[in-house]
């Protein structure tokens, strides 16, 4: 199991924003009068999902910078952006901030309720794909604790100080957000991440302190290529077994993955000093959510690894022979 992050910092805000890309659909021109889906505004997700009232949170989404019709807007943007009101069936609107075409600044109003977020205007809606959780106020005595999901697995585990804070079977999956009671003071929080419960595949450390009456947001940030091929050091050796050569020397062949996405292919004859035979970069081509398998491009080689990710074949050898590397 890898150990990706630990931070140590005093957590005082009312709630820590996390950050993410911004979703944009390429433009689509208008053809004979008709409205083009892509250019309508749409709103996709909240972040962080869960928030107190007054607070500022961001919308994420694609083209808000058009109205419902598709044409750019210039000064004031034409739609609302509204809450489920505490009085049933109603909505508020909510004051916000355009930031740019991919998201939006927006206060949680007062009497804001937990549900979806909607843009509208006139007769056209658009919601949130998930359900926004607006926190109640806190009494003095007490904390929230926040945690907010952004790697490629489910959160299985999650202790505070010692105590796990998941029933069996249950967790955080990708993207979302779960809020806590605490009391205040220092915490360390250990969050592990995998597919199922009981297999963590990494875990996150923090030191925290939560303060009374306040929203702490604890951030798991998604996996890089770079963290899980050098463990989260500045490189990491991936090693093939002792080969036999056609020259009649015994040698090694060395990938040696480094932090900023560069690579060298090394050979190590025995009794001799490693040389190096390439130099490179190396990129994730794909990884999705909950997968035993990453795949990533290794200079102009496809490479395919698997869970427990600590063993790939490729065409590392000499004369691009297929073979074995192991992390070390």
């Not at 009312?14 to 892509?38: M, N, W």
């Not at 928030?51 to 919308?59: K, W």
């Not at 967790?171 to 360390?188: A, F």
């Not at 996150?204 to 604890?218: H, I, P």
Request: proline fraction near 6%.
């Amino acid at each position: 199991m890898k150990t990706l992050v630990t931070k140590s910092a005093t957590l005082l805000c009312a709630a820590a924003l996390a950050a993410g890309a911004s979703l944009i659909t390429p433009r689509t021109a208008s053809a004979f009068g008709q409205i083009v889906e892509s250019t309508r505004p749409k709103i996709i997700l909240a972040s962080p999902n869960a928030s107190a009232p007054r607070t500022v949170i961001t919308l994420r989404g694609e083209a808000l910078n058009r109205d419902k019709d598709g044409n750019l807007w210039r000064t004031r943007a034409p739609y609302q952006i509204q809450f489920p009101s505490i009085i049933p069936g109603q909505f508020v609107s909510a004051a916000f901030t355009f930031v740019d075409s991919g998201s939006l600044r927006v206060t949680i109003p007062a009497t804001a309720r937990s549900g979806k977020i909607r843009l509208v205007q006139a007769d056209y809606v658009t919601s949130t794909v998930l359900t926004f959780t607006v926190n109640s106020p806190l009494p003095a005595q007490e904390s929230r604790l926040n945690i907010q999901n952004n790697t490629q697995y489910n959160v299985i585990s999650l202790r505070v100080n010692g105590v796990e804070q998941f029933s069996p079977g249950n967790g955080i999956p990708p993207g979302l957000l779960q809020s806590g009671i605490h009391t205040p003071g220092s915490k360390t929080v250990v969050a592990e991440v995998g597919i199922n419960p009981g297999e963590p595949l990494f875990h996150f450390n923090f030191n925290a302190v939560l303060s009374a009456g306040r929203t702490t947001t604890l951030t798991l940030s998604r996996i890089s290529l770079p963290q899980l091929m050098t463990d989260g050091s500045a490189s990491r050796d991936w090693n093939s077994d002792v080969l036999f050569g056609n020259d009649g020397n015994l040698f090694v062949r060395t990938v040696r993955f480094f932090s900023g996405g560069t690579y060298q292919i090394l050979e190590t004859v025995r009794g001799r000093r490693p040389v190096v035979v390439e130099n490179g970069r190396y990129a994730e081509t794909t990884w999705r959510d909950n997968s035993i398998q990453v795949s990533f491009s290794l200079g102009n080689r496809p490479v395919d690894l698997f869970h427990p990710f600590s063993q790939f074949i490729s065409s590392v050898g000499r004369g691009n022979q297929r073979i074995v590397v192991t992390a070390q």
